[in-house]
């Protein structure tokens, strides 16, 4: 079994920040990467950003620098750091996981359960 479980999500004022915590635990033999992704209802789910193992990053073209993403590869953990926080912000922000688990020789997709990311005054 491999398990995401995402945390740091509230409510936050606009221009402030916040920053949101993915953490994989599990069977996990390796990771291809990780990422983020948001959501907001009755629009598709939409990328953020993902750092690859060799920890290169990409983004999604909204994001333009307020958004970071980076990793602590000892506790499989994956972080965003959010800046200047819009109320267009507002979503359900996901994780993504590519990973392969132990006794397996493929790589599969996993995603947290997800976090609301509110940001009103």
């Known amino acids: 079994q491999v398990q995401l479980v995402e945390s740091g999500g509230g409510l936050v004022q606009p221009g402030g920040s916040l920053r949101l915590s993915c953490a994989a635990s599990g069977s996990i033999f390796s990771f291809r990467s990780m990422g983020w992704y948001r959501q907001t209802p009755g629009k598709e789910r939409e990328l953020i950003g993902n750092?690859?193992?060799?920890?290169?990053?990409n983004y999604g073209d909204f994001v333009k620098g307020r958004f970071t993403i980076s990793r602590d590869n000892a506790r499989n953990t994956v972080y965003l750091e959010m800046n200047s926080l819009k109320p267009d912000d507002t979503a359900v922000y996901y994780c993504?996981?590519?990973?392969?688990?132990?006794?397996?020789?493929?790589?599969?997709?996993?995603w947290g359960q997800g976090t609301q990311v509110t940001v009103s005054s």
């Open positions: 993504k996981a590519i990973l392969m688990r132990y006794s397996t020789d493929i790589y599969r997709i996993y």
């Open positions: 750092i690859q193992n060799s920890g290169s990053t």
